[in-house]
């Protein structure tokens, strides 16, 4: 079992930034893929970033790309979004995915393990 924590959500206005974490702990797979989703109310949850463990290849949605940042911390187990110049539309909880191996990374059903997410709320 893989067990994933979320932190670093909260309230910010547009253009603004933040910094969200994900501590992963129990088994961990040496190539898993990692990824960022969120949901926002009455919508689907969609796929934001995702970082290959080994290597460190990332892949970003069309609406985040060039704004938001994934990156990994072995020593820390962790990986991270960094968010800037946020939007109102960025507003929904995020949750952080897990999965074994590489291959197909946008689907909710590619990943195994879930965190409980967190809130982000941008105001206009």
């Known amino acids: 079992q893989v067990q994933l924590v979320e932190s670093g959500g909260g309230l910010v206005q547009a253009g603004g930034s933040l910094r969200l974490s994900c501590a992963a702990s129990?088994?961990?797979?040496?190539?898993?893929?990692m990824g960022w989703f969120r949901q926002a109310p009455g919508k689907e949850r969609e796929f934001v970033a995702a970082?290959?463990?080994?290597?460190?290849?990332?892949y970003y949605s069309d609406s985040v790309k060039g704004r938001f940042t994934i990156s990994r911390d072995y020593a820390k187990n962790t990986v991270s979004l960094q968010m800037n110049i946020l939007k109102p539309e960025d507003t929904a909880v995020y949750y952080c995915?897990?999965?074994?191996?590489?291959?197909?990374?946008?689907?909710?059903?590619?990943?195994?393990?879930w965190g409980q997410g967190t809130q982000v709320t941008v105001s206009s």
């Open positions: 129990g088994r961990t797979f040496s190539s898993s893929t």
């Open positions: 995915a897990a999965k074994s191996g590489g291959g197909y990374y946008r689907r909710t059903s590619d990943y195994d393990y």
């Open positions: 970082i290959r463990w080994t290597g460190g290849t990332t």
